[in-house]
């Protein structure tokens, strides 16, 4: 299913236009409270026109909006799963959930939590599954596999 819209994971992305998405996030409901490091303003490497704000919604849920010059905001939500030691967000528009879920995996951050890398899941059979619990399944099954990821964004913090 190809994203009719553009955003981050975590924190955000930039040209994510063939990106697989799930029908299920990794945990229904959220359960890994929001993580501060990862509010604020972000840039991506390759996309320095798009800028993403992250902010806390609520204990578990993030707001993400997608500025681009000349064009609307766009806004998501995201929640982060842990999967094995390892942080994922679950990236959704609240007002078409048939869009289904970006799943994207926190590769790194940096000490000073002003630079990250993202990795966009691309795994086609994600959207053919029943459950967030075979979501989950399939993502231990292959935490490890390089090609079970697309693209990685690499963002950075920017001031207002």
């Known amino acids: 299913m190809k994203i009719s819209f553009k955003y981050l994971a975590f924190l955000l992305l930039i040209s994510l236009s063939a990106c697989e998405t799930s029908k299920f996030p990794i945990d229904d409901p959220a359960n890994v ?3 501060t490091r990862f ?5 991506a490497k390759r996309d320095r026109k798009t800028t993403y704000i992250i902010s806390q919604l609520n204990d578990y849920h993030y707001q993400i909006i997608t500025k681009k010059k000349r064009k609307d905001p ?3 939500q995201a929640y982060l799963s842990s999967v094995e030691g390892n942080l994922f967000l679950n990236v ?4 078409s959930l048939q869009d289904g879920y970006l799943l994207l ?24 599954m ?3 619990a075979e979501v989950r399944q399939d993502i231990i099954k292959n935490i490890n596999n390089p090609a079970f990821y697309d693209d990685t964004i690499y963002l950075h913090k920017v001031k207002k």
Do not use: L
Request: proline share 0%; net charge neutral; no cysteine.
């Open 105 to 128: 995996r926190i590769m790194d951050v940096n000490a000073k939590a002003d630079r990250v890398a993202i990795a966009t899941i691309s795994d086609t059979t994600m959207k053919h």
């Open 33 to 35: 409270k929001v993580d």
């Open 92 to 95: 959704y528009n609240k007002d």
């Open 74 to 76: 766009e806004i998501e």
């Open 39 to 43: 509010m604020g303003h972000w840039k």
């Open 130 to 132: 029943s459950s967030a």
